[in-house]
């Protein structure tokens, strides 16, 4: 069963098994219904937000949860500007080790 015809990743099932969320290659965070009864049946894709994961966060697995009944997710995201890398130069340090 086709689920996405622009792709996606990170799929993840809601805890009762009738609803899918997957990230979207927009950065999408989407939704799909299925239901079951004699045949399988899938909802067209739903966009519930968009996320941006942080670059340095990217690993194998998902990097959102969601809870049980899928209404609330926890997704990592980057606030502020990043933290400025301190550079210290100090001169005459072969000075200093000799006292």
Not at 3 to 22: C, M, N, P, Q, T
Not at 43 to 58: H, M, V
């Amino acid at each position: 069963m086709l689920i996405s015809v622009g792709g996606g990743s990170e799929a993840s099932w809601r805890k009762d098994g009738h609803e899918l969320f997957y990230l979207a290659p927009n950065g999408g965070l989407m939704s799909v219904t299925l239901t079951a009864s004699d045949v399988v049946r899938a909802s067209r894709p739903t966009e519930l937000f968009r996320i941006q994961i942080p670059g340095d966060r990217r690993s194998p697995g998902t990097a959102y949860a969601a809870t049980a009944d899928g209404e609330r997710f926890l997704v990592p995201t980057a606030v502020g500007d990043p933290p400025q890398t301190a550079v210290t130069v100090i001169l005459n340090w072969a000075k200093t080790l000799q006292r």
